[in-house]
């Protein structure tokens, strides 16, 4: 049987670290020696039939939760705010100098956090014009849009629909007030229901929340009554994620410095099966699972943002410690805000670290983030890679598959419900040796 899925905790508890893959190689890989391979890849043109995507990072939250591990800032001025936003078209600006853009528009939008709703409609209407007259968006498939349901009122959320929102994501986590307010979140439960039904009267397109199993404090009937309320409020699609809890997060540093081993939330067998459990509860009134973290109502439902970039789409992301993927090498930017505004201010491009794959690199990327989706297409892989991927990772499908967290057959992989609810820790049995047994970001 192979390493990486023996070494699953014996005792299931959650420790300080990565769990959720979202990348390959890791991140800690990456390195600054390395940017100029960023700065060539961005000076080439783009690879034939590559779509492009935009995302913006808004580092900016009225609280920072005690699980967050992103890059974010509270207690900031419209003024910060602002010189934020105008260093990210600054750096927009730069980039639409570069070959790799190629004459495309993006097919996708994606404004991510932080708190993207923490923006005031003024500076909303400020940001997606400048962005839009620099390259513009009227051609995107799906535009991506986060939300903390406090920050909502109904007149933004209008305003949020007008900008051509076709996504509307609420970070609900829990309705249970002591939870929130124990986990260092800002919104309250009628915060939920409120934004909600705004957006509901709204129209958007898409509604989506986003549930976490195993907060600080949660129980077996809170769990219950949240994947309960979620039904009732049918969304189009429910997001669930399982508690981590990575190095750079409050939690961690309160492990730390009493002592403490495992994080004070539940083990990842508790995890496994509350999440098991939801989406089973959600099959039951309609809903498809259609990865490791999503049911959705209409199974035609599509993700372009992470479709695309799971399978190589180029990525070019806007603002502080942001990650990119362009031409084949991974990027970031600077990690905090003063490096980042004075890089832009040089007329710089404010990339940190990278790293260039291989082509094996690549195409295990790709691999192990399709396995999330829980299907594998072996045509796929042998089409764009040339790689039979049965004959390639024979050792792991073969302890996968006696552990019965694998299917296979003559055109696809396909896990479990048990296997796509561990999917994160299966998936470094997938890595090159070297990437192994090393801390992931």
């Known amino acids: 049987m192979s390493k990486a899925v023996e070494e699953t905790p014996q005792d299931n508890k959650t420790r300080a670290g990565n769990y959720f893959i979202s990348n390959y190689p890791p991140y800690s890989f990456w390195t600054p020696d390395r940017v100029p391979e960023a700065m060539a890849a961005l000076n080439r043109p783009p690879r034939p039939d590559t779509p492009l995507g935009i995302y913006l990072h808004t580092p900016f939250c009225r609280k920072r939760c005690h699980f967050c591990y992103f890059r974010v800032y509270t207690g900031v001025n419209s003024k910060q705010v602002n010189t934020y936003l105008d260093g990210a078209i600054k750096e927009l600006e730069l980039y639409a100098r570069q070959p790799f853009i190629g004459g495309r528009k993006p097919t996708f939008v994606y404004f991510g956090g932080g708190t993207p709703s923490f923006l005031s409609t003024r500076q909303l209407t400020s940001i997606t014009g400048k ?142 099966r509350w999440a098991k459990d939801a989406f089973s509860e959600l099959e039951a009134n309609g809903y498809t699972v259609t990865s490791a973290t999503t049911a959705v109502k209409d199974p035609a439902t599509k993700f372009v943002y992470r479709d695309k970039l799971w399978e190589g789409a180029d990525l070019m992301s806007l603002g502080v410690a942001s990650f990119s993927h362009v031409n084949g090498t991974h990027y970031q930017n600077e990690h905090h805000m003063d490096g980042y505004l004075e890089r832009l201010e040089r007329d710089e491009l404010p990339i ?52 019965g967290v694998l299917e296979t057959d003559d055109t696809q992989l396909r896990l479990t419900r048990d296997g796509l609810m561990q999917v994160d820790w299966l998936l470094h049995d997938f890595f090159l040796e070297k990437h192994r047994n090393q801390r992931y970001a």
């Not at 406090?150 to 970070?171: A, D, M």
């Not at 249970?176 to 939920?192: Q, S, Y």
């Not at 077996?220 to 039904?231: D, F, M």
């Open 131 to 272: 962005m839009k007259a620099v390259l513009p968006w009227d051609e995107a498939e799906e535009i991506t849009f986060e939300c903390e349901p406090g920050t909502l009122n109904e007149q933004k959320l209008k305003f949020i629909k007008e900008l051509g929102v076709t996504r509307l994501s609420l970070g609900v986590e829990n309705y249970d007030a002591d939870i929130l307010e124990f986990n260092g979140r800002a919104h309250r439960a009628v915060e939920i229901d409120r934004a909600y039904e705004w957006a509901q009267a709204c129209g958007f397109p898409h509604i989506n929340i986003d549930l976490i199993a195993g907060m600080l404090n949660e129980t077996p009937e809170n769990w219950r009554n949240c994947v309960t309320k979620a039904i009732d409020m049918a969304p189009d699609s429910v997001t669930i994620y399982q508690m981590e809890i990575p190095y750079n997060t409050t939690i961690y540093q309160r492990m730390k410095e009493n002592g403490e081993i495992a994080a004070p939330v539940a083990d990842w067998d508790t995890k496994r």
């Open 352 to 403: 940190y670290r990278a790293l260039t794959p291989t082509n094996e690199e690549l195409m295990i990327r790709e691999l192990i983030l399709q396995f999330k989706i829980g299907v594998v297409s072996l045509g796929y892989f042998r089409d764009k890679f040339g790689v039979d991927v049965t004959d390639r990772f024979a050792g792991q499908l073969m302890a996968m598959t006696e552990r």
